[in-house]
């Protein structure tokens, strides 16, 4: 119960048996039986029938976790309910994902057409753009050095937390190696009114020989000032013989291989129009099809 480790008591339940008065958001479900500590330490459990337990949305946002077996009504008996709940608040942003795939987008999409009228629902697959509605491009012009190295950590950081098990790459100098690389390779490409801006843009150029980065920089509209603007570019360039230089592209290479994929690619590289800013913001509803068999079974 709230991170001690223990199941609840009656009297943690006086705020979820009260229902708030004049709460939006706020999830309710009639009939639950619960399962309560009847002894303080624990040795004692009992049922108790709630006639109409009552999450308010102060509770919800600090997170509610729900776990049951595959089929046994998370996604209808919750998940559902808390979104209907969610939307009814017409200042409220949501944002869900879809583990399943295809369910959540028809419902939210019919649900807002009759409490948020004239709101569109977003969605978007980065495996199959065709399942949704929306592009998003992280990298956009115009394009500061402070964006172009927040992309860039965020790129490179995800790879080591979706894969740990990749050997040395998150070590820190690996790491911020790929990032000021990749910062500075979107730099060029923002500034390069021909180049199109793309994270699989960016993986291109970083999987080209020493001589095709060489003439992408004699090509670039700042090739004079080149090594003054892109620095991390400058130095594979001149150290092009040093094993580290070659492992710092090396690396990058690998934690860009996901815009190697062709729905990736679709994905991501058409100019933005998701404006998630603009989303969160203005009470925009957002879901992310993501379903579970995009994700490699672990034997």
């Known amino acids: ?19 708030p008065e004049g709460q939006c958001g706020s999830l309710a479900f009639d009939g639950v039986a619960l399962l309560l500590e009847a002894a303080p330490d624990g040795s004692r459990l009992e049922p108790f029938l709630a006639p109409r337990l009552t999450i308010s949305e102060s509770l919800r946002e600090r997170h509610v976790l729900v776990i049951g077996n595959s089929g046994g009504g ?20 949501v944002i869900a994902l879809d583990a399943k795939g295809g369910v959540l987008y028809p419902f939210l999409s019919a649900l807002a057409g009759r409490v948020r009228p004239g709101t569109t629902v977003r969605c978007i697959n980065m495996k199959q753009p065709d399942r949704g509605n929306s592009v998003w491009n992280p990298v956009s012009r115009p394009l500061t ?31 911020f190696s790929s990032v000021n690389l990749l ?25 080209l020989e020493v001589y095709g980065l060489a003439v992408f920089a004699d090509n670039h509209p700042h090739s004079k000032e080149f090594a003054k603007r892109y620095p991390a570019i400058t130095r594979v360039l001149e150290r092009s013989s040093h ?20 729905g990736v690619m679709r994905a991501t590289c058409e100019p933005d129009d998701l404006d998630l800013p603009g989303l969160v913001s203005a009470g925009g509803v957002l879901v992310i099809d993501t379903p579970e068999a995009y994700c490699p079974v672990k034997s």
């Open 1 to 19: 119960m709230f991170g001690n480790a223990r199941l609840a008591r009656p009297g943690d339940l006086t705020d979820l048996l009260t229902p």
């Open 145 to 175: 050095r402070a964006r172009a190295m927040e992309v860039s950590h965020s790129v490179c950081l995800n790879v080591n937390n979706a894969a740990p098990g990749i050997g040395g790459s998150n070590e820190a100098f690996w790491l």
């Open 74 to 93: 998370k996604t209808m008996r919750i998940v559902l309910p808390a979104l209907a709940s969610d939307l009814a608040n017409p200042g409220r942003s």
């Open 243 to 262: 094993q580290t230089q070659q492992c710092v592209v090396a690396d990058l290479a690998m934690r860009l291989e996901l815009f190697g994929d062709e």
């Open 183 to 207: 910062a500075d390779i979107l730099l060029a490409l923002a500034d390069n009114p021909d180049e199109p801006l793309s994270l699989a843009r960016a993986k291109s150029i970083a999987d």
